[in-house]
């Protein structure tokens, strides 16, 4: 990055910096205004300082305000390049005092038109400051608005070319990349001036990187590279194209441009960017003693003295996959130990964790390492990775603990030594549960998959263990086996196993999936979408409310255990309540799902509201039914006897204590809360999977799916909608997409 002025390249035409002894602007307006001719006579002294306040209270102040904005903004971008020409990781990151510099060249410039509106001679210069001031904050949309100023209310400026580059580059940071693609090529077209470095060209290229188009990128890189001549942008050029090797994994292809690139000693952060590089390719193609040696010379670099912490970690981890691990401990430790850079530290914690966990099996150790990686690492993946696997060897001990006696007889072979923590867990479940549970966190959460193995193993080989734990054990098996261990054929076996045994299951589905053969399977949540889809086609598009009451309770009554049977319960008493006016039928659902479920969410958000309305309209109308029977049976007048009985009959009809339609849409066979009593009695609860295992999903590639219940259905997560969708005066019955 080069160093640029406030005023900018084009104003040298026009108000040069470096005329008349390079005094700043400001005060030479006031020097010159103040300064008498030579054949005029010498001023009094009392007329040339009211000369002097005067110029000072208008122009000359008007121009020192802006002079004080450019001198705010050019130290900021002195300061801020030299934090990045000594360390380009942090200066992303802009220090305090930088940033308020920036600050004050905003603040300063808008002074200049505010309070100087008439006088316009400085206000294009003032904007472009602001703009470029936001930019180098951060601040990408401000920079734009402010740049679109500029080029709005001021065309005839110098800094127009300049600000459309401005422009661009902030719509590429804000991942804006059509509006940065037709900025840079209007920039190409109209000033092609601004591409006499190539700069141009590259942000096409940064363009075509981000759309992660890196094979286009790189022929774009090359074309380019046959037209640059400076050391610099050489260089930068090939590191571009490295780095695109490198996420393309052709480590070779990244080495051999590597070794192209000029060795400028003037250019020290140039040259640890390509050496970085370097020591990553060699790590990965296997060339360790060339990283080593590598590395070796760069610690011995005077230039890179600020660098050296990270060398020392990338040293570490090539020492790591050489299998040296006892001196990638010791390098390790020696960067937990010299250096104050919190994010190093984190990291080599983290390398330590993963020995102590991978290598030496010693997990007491290797949870005090990620407890104090996550403590120190800025990394999030590393911070939130180091946390989950401290949590989850508390909690391998804690069921460890729990089955001591039952593991001693059964998986003596699994020795692993956890840390002695007892974070709560659940005594009630069954122990085939239990056991899977563990098998998910060697597998899911440690990445242990032969420790996961014995876990899934057993259960598979248990007779006592149910049918649904055995084909997940069996699946995540099958899966562990195929992405972990590499072993296609023992996995395919395993998968087809699972289709023969398990038939019309999720796990069945997805083998098939795995084995990459077309999908014929039919789950039974398959079915219950699909009556779902039927029972909402009848009310939103045929519109008609009654059928859809019936089949919503239909899938309520053959789903009862899925998320759907309690879902479709609540919109057919919504439908009830608020379409229908069957306020005793909806009564009698909304009861019947609180009751089922009395701890769950729909009930409690939904369910339970809506009844508590009810009750209280068919309490009123009761109460109104009675002083209607009340004046009645007093007499009076004929006509109104006669008024009052319509009206009585009227109130009867709205409480729905005509039943006939009612008792007619509750019929078909069992009622329909004794299925959902059953369900819930049966342990098979849609709304409370505390005990329910999830389906095996992998760190790497894994299958992604909903959580399973212990009879291999899945639970969907659909509530009921809202008030979307909804006439009346509250929400509406659950409505799905089909998927």
Known sequence: MYFEWAIGPGEAARRSETANGGVPGAWRCCRNAMAPKKSSRKWPVLGTAFVLIGLLGCGCAYLNTFYNARTAYNTARREHIKLQRTNADTASTLPAQISDLYDRAISKSLKVLEVYPKNKKWHDDAVYVM????????????????????????????????????????????????????????????????NANEEVTLLLATVAIRRQGKAQAVELLEKTLETVKTPDRKMEILLQMADLYIDLRQYEKAISVLKRAPRKKNLPELLYRIDSALLTCYGQTGQYQKALDLSALMLKSRQYINHYPEIQLKKGRILKKAGKTDDAVDVFEQITKGTTAPDIQGAAWYELALIYQHVRGDFKKAKECYEKAASLATDEQIKRTAQTRSQAIDKLASYRGFLEDEWAQRDSTDTTDTAAAAPAIDTTAPLDITRYRMGEIYWLQLEEPDSALVHFDAITSDTASSDTIQTQALFARAWITLHMKADSAASDSLFKLIIDTHPATLYAKRSQVELGIPVTIRTREDSAHAALFAAEKLFYEDGDALAASRAYLDVARQYPDLDIGPQCMYAAAWLCDNVLNKNVTARKLYRTLCDSFPQSQLCLSEAKPRLQMVEDTLRALKERKKETDKEQKKGGTRRGSRAKKAQGEEAAKDTGESQEEDDGLLDDGAAQGDSLDEAAEGGSNALDTAHAPQVPAGPRNAPQGAAMQPDGAAITRRPPQGAQDAPGDGGGPAHASPE
């Open 131 to 194: 703009g470029r001031a936001s930019y180098y904050k951060g601040e990408m949309n401000s920079a734009i608005r402010r740049l679109r100023r500029l080029q709005r209310e001021f065309p005839e400026s110098p800094y127009i070319p300049e600000s459309y580059l401005y422009v661009g580059k902030a719509y590429l940071e804000n991942e804006n990349l059509v509006k940065a693609e037709e900025t840079f090529q209007f920039i190409l077209e109209k000033y092609p001036r601004l």
